[in-house]
């Protein structure tokens, strides 16, 4: 399955990814906030509960600064979030890898290559005659419904 990663230019060289959800109760839940840079990823985990309207909200009630030395905080992380951690991250290097931080927002898709079909400017010509052809109109005629701007169809 296609995962999309999204992605927020915020400064020279810098980007910021949406939340990760890791793990989640009703009332709380752990993510990573990741950020791209060009030395790689960067990210926070934060532990979110439900705020007063209903949305999720940081919990910050410990500050690390005024911890005595032996005091410190863990967030347990269980095997599928720890999984689910292990591929998120290796889809934001690759994302980084390839793209960098790029200037602007981005929406990226991460698969296999037996999940996408890669349509360029000189093979556009080509998948739309095939999809014609093989009766895949609707398929086509859906695309171009859903907001297609790139499609040679007159339908756009």
Not at 70 to 98: M, P
Not at 130 to 148: A, I, K, M, N, Y
């Amino acid at each position: 399955m296609a995962d999309h990663i999204s992605t927020h230019y915020v400064k020279s060289g810098y980007a910021t990814s949406d939340d990760i959800v890791l793990s989640q109760t009703p009332t709380t839940r752990t993510v990573l906030r990741p950020a791209l840079h060009a030395g790689g990823v960067r990210g926070e985990v934060i532990r979110q509960k439900i705020g007063e309207e209903g949305n999720w909200a940081d919990i910050n009630d410990v500050d690390f600064r005024k911890l005595p030395a032996d005091c410190g905080v863990a967030i347990e992380l269980s095997t599928e979030a720890t999984a689910l951690l292990h591929t998120k991250l290796t889809q934001l290097y690759e994302v980084q890898k390839q793209k960098g931080a790029a200037p602007g927002d981005h929406s990226y898709v991460v698969a296999g290559s037996d999940e996408v079909v890669l349509v360029t400017g000189a093979t556009r010509q080509k998948a739309i005659k095939e999809l014609v052809d093989g009766d895949h109109s609707e398929v086509l005629e859906r695309t171009c419904q859903e907001g297609c701007r790139s499609c040679i169809s007159p339908c756009c």
